[in-house]
């Protein structure tokens, strides 16, 4: 059984400052996603990463990924208010469609 | 989020009654999911197709059945609604698989209370 696990869960941080969302998964993927959530909304997608080494950035976030030690982070640098949200990352697996296995979020909160 | 519809928005539903959703894309997309989103759980996979005609059992299925009688339609359907099903659904769906990697498409969301 594929796990997914995110820390951590809550965050929460001031303007202005950096900070890392871990994302550790327990078997072999395809590929990784990050999503963001806001409240009462649905997902927005933000990075998809597809190999050993990956790095892809937007704007203040940017994600990598280690298939060797299955671990993917999304760094958050000089925060502000509107980065406010959940982050989910995901891993899909082709035996099962392809189907997205979520880790149960990180809900961050941006603080002046 | 372009591409994919789900119908109703919102529902109360009593217990034992039954309902469906239905999940709609235009993006002429293989794979489709739904999922179930529970305060601090992540989204949970309910059932999945790999096309039409097909479906299979994701994490959570049991209380609900699908089905995908079109390749652009996605149906769930609750044959009799218990409080534990109270959740909010999400269908999603994913096109054929590139080397650069896809974007997984997500509807709106489905706010379901059953009573």
């Known amino acids: 059984e594929l796990k997914v696990e995110q820390n951590p869960l809550f965050l929460s941080m001031q303007e202005g400052k950096n900070y890392t969302i871990y994302c550790n998964y327990s078997?072999?993927?395809?590929?990784l996603y990050w999503y963001r959530q806001d409240p009462g909304k649905s997902l927005e997608s933000l990075f998809v990463l597809l190999s050993n080494g990956a790095v892809k950035q937007e704007g203040r976030l940017m994600a990598s990924l280690d298939t060797k030690a299955r671990l993917s982070t999304l760094h958050i640098t000089a925060a502000v208010h509107d980065l406010s949200a959940t982050y989910f990352c995901?891993?899909?697996?082709?035996?099962?469609?392809?189907?997205?296995?979520f880790g149960k979020g990180t809900s961050l909160l941006v603080t002046p | 989020n372009a591409g994919v519809t789900q119908t109703p928005k919102f529902r109360v539903l009593k217990t034992g009654q039954s309902m469906t959703l239905l999940c709609a894309q235009d993006m002429n997309h293989e794979y489709m999911y739904w999922y179930r989103q529970d305060p601090g759980m992540g989204l949970r996979l309910i059932h999945y197709?790999?096309?039409?005609?097909?479906?299979a059992k994701g994490e959570v299925p049991d209380g609900y059945n699908v089905s995908r009688l079109k390749k652009q339609n996605f149906l769930l359907g609750l044959e009799s609604a218990a409080p534990s099903q109270t959740s909010v659904y999400f269908c999603a769906s994913n096109g054929r698989m590139t080397a650069s990697g896809n974007t997984i498409y997500f509807g709106e969301g489905s706010w379901l209370t059953v009573v």
């Open positions: 078997t072999t993927s395809d590929r």
């Open positions: 197709s790999v096309g039409e005609g097909t479906t």
């Open positions: 995901a891993v899909s697996l082709s035996n099962s469609g392809y189907a997205l296995n």
